[in-house]
């Protein structure tokens, strides 16, 4: 017998398969003019979805862009050591808050939730990077906000959940507590760990105000500050900086469709490869044994 469909739900769905056109229409046009022949781009009126003349010479150029590739290294290495340090740390903190018998941790929730609420000036974070002399150095895009409250609080709730009797049954077989927190709990939580590392490769690899503030020299551009001079200013100094080509028969309006695609990739590309981990962990989080 099959489920009937209610009203409501159908309504639902509607809603959702709007929200999901709006979302791809535009990236859809921007592909289509990415990959489009760049003499055919001009003419393309309106919304495209379906490239005129294929052709791959704009990707051709953005990878034969020096500055493009240091970006795009720069920013792959906040990302990918970043994670990888924020789910350490965050990681270990949540194991060390959920220890029975903890002192003070109703205080240390407390000043987590206010944590939550206020965030420090910019002014005030300038000044401590410059003096730790980490300005226009990537490392202090990989060190910078390394906890975040909310992740750390997530991990918590499924660090609970780990049951007590493995953790005694690992003392008594003489593990301490590095061996307890890499070899037991890590392996017991894959579904919070690909879940809070997913939203914080998105965080870092989207951030572009404190890279601005933080990574100011050529060498030490990220991939998203790239962006910004680039699509929205039209800064002629990043146009010029592709080498050997005749900038009279650029076309900019494909090259910066191009380069948001290459922006969009490594995110689309890590999500489908993580969404049971993430879905897991979204349905594990609502329900409580």
Same mark, same amino acid.
């Given at each position: 017998?099959?489920?009937?469909?209610?009203?409501?739900?159908? *309504?639902?769905? #509607?809603?959702?398969?709007?929200?999901?056109?709006?979302?791809?229409?535009?990236?859809?046009?921007?592909?289509?003019?990415?990959?489009?022949?760049?003499?055919?781009?001009?003419?393309?009126?309106?919304? &495209?979805?379906?490239?005129?003349?294929?052709?791959?010479?704009? $990707?051709?150029?953005?990878?034969?862009?020096?500055?493009?590739?240091?970006?795009?290294?720069?920013?792959?290495?906040?990302?990918?050591? %970043?994670?990888?340090?924020?789910?350490?740390?965050?990681?270990?903190?949540? $194991?060390?808050?959920?220890?029975?018998?903890?002192?003070?941790?109703?205080?240390?929730?407390?000043?987590?939730?206010?944590?939550?609420?206020?965030?420090?000036?910019?002014?005030?974070? @300038?000044?401590?990077?410059?003096?730790?002399?980490?300005?226009?150095?990537?490392?202090?895009?990989?060190?910078?906000?390394?906890?975040?409250? $909310?992740?750390?609080?997530?991990?918590?709730?499924?660090?609970?959940?780990?049951?007590?009797?493995?953790?005694?049954?690992?003392?008594?077989?003489?593990?301490?507590?590095?061996?307890?927190?890499?070899?037991?709990?890590?392996?017991?939580?894959?579904?919070?760990?690909?879940?809070?590392?997913?939203?914080?490769?998105?965080?870092?690899?989207?951030? @572009?105000?404190?890279?601005?503030?933080?990574? &100011?020299?050529?060498?030490?551009?990220?991939? &998203?500050?790239?962006?910004?001079?680039?699509?929205?200013? %039209?800064?002629?100094?990043?146009?010029?900086?592709?080498?050997?080509?005749?900038?009279?028969? #650029?076309?900019?309006?494909?090259?910066?469709?191009?380069?948001? *695609?290459?922006?969009?990739?490594?995110?689309?590309?890590?999500?489908?490869?993580?969404?049971? $981990?993430?879905?897991?962990?979204?349905?594990? %989080?609502?329900?409580?044994?």
């Amino acid at each position: 017998m099959k489920k009937k469909i209610k009203p409501g739900q159908i *309504v639902i769905r #509607l809603c959702l398969a709007v929200v999901a056109l709006i979302i791809l229409v535009p990236i859809l046009n921007i592909l289509a003019k990415s990959v489009s022949d760049p003499h055919l781009v001009p003419y393309m009126k309106g919304w &495209q979805f379906w490239p005129s003349g294929f052709d791959l010479v704009n $990707y051709k150029l953005i990878f034969s862009n020096s500055l493009i590739i240091r970006s795009f290294i720069n920013s792959v290495f906040i990302t990918v050591a %970043g994670t990888f340090l924020s789910l350490i740390v965050t990681g270990s903190a949540a $194991y060390a808050l959920t220890r029975p018998n903890l002192p003070f941790k109703k205080v240390l929730m407390v000043f987590f939730i206010i944590m939550m609420i206020f965030e420090p000036s910019i002014i005030q974070e @300038y000044f401590v990077v410059r003096n730790l002399n980490l300005l226009n150095n990537t490392w202090v895009m990989v060190l910078y906000n390394t906890v975040n409250v $909310y992740y750390l609080i997530l991990m918590m709730r499924f660090f609970e959940e780990t049951p007590l009797a493995l953790i005694e049954a690992a003392k008594i077989d003489g593990a301490g507590e590095i061996t307890i927190f890499f070899k037991i709990f890590l392996p017991l939580n894959k579904i919070v760990l690909m879940t809070v590392g997913m939203f914080y490769a998105v965080v870092r690899w989207n951030e @572009y105000f404190k890279s601005s503030v933080f990574l &100011q020299t050529r060498e030490t551009t990220v991939l &998203q500050v790239f962006l910004k001079q680039f699509v929205v200013n %039209g800064d002629s100094t990043t146009i010029a900086s592709y080498a050997n080509v005749d900038l009279t028969s #650029l076309n900019v309006g494909a090259l910066k469709a191009a380069t948001i *695609v290459i922006v969009m990739v490594p995110i689309l590309a890590l999500y489908p490869l993580i969404l049971k $981990y993430y879905t897991g962990g979204v349905m594990s %989080g609502g329900v409580k044994e």
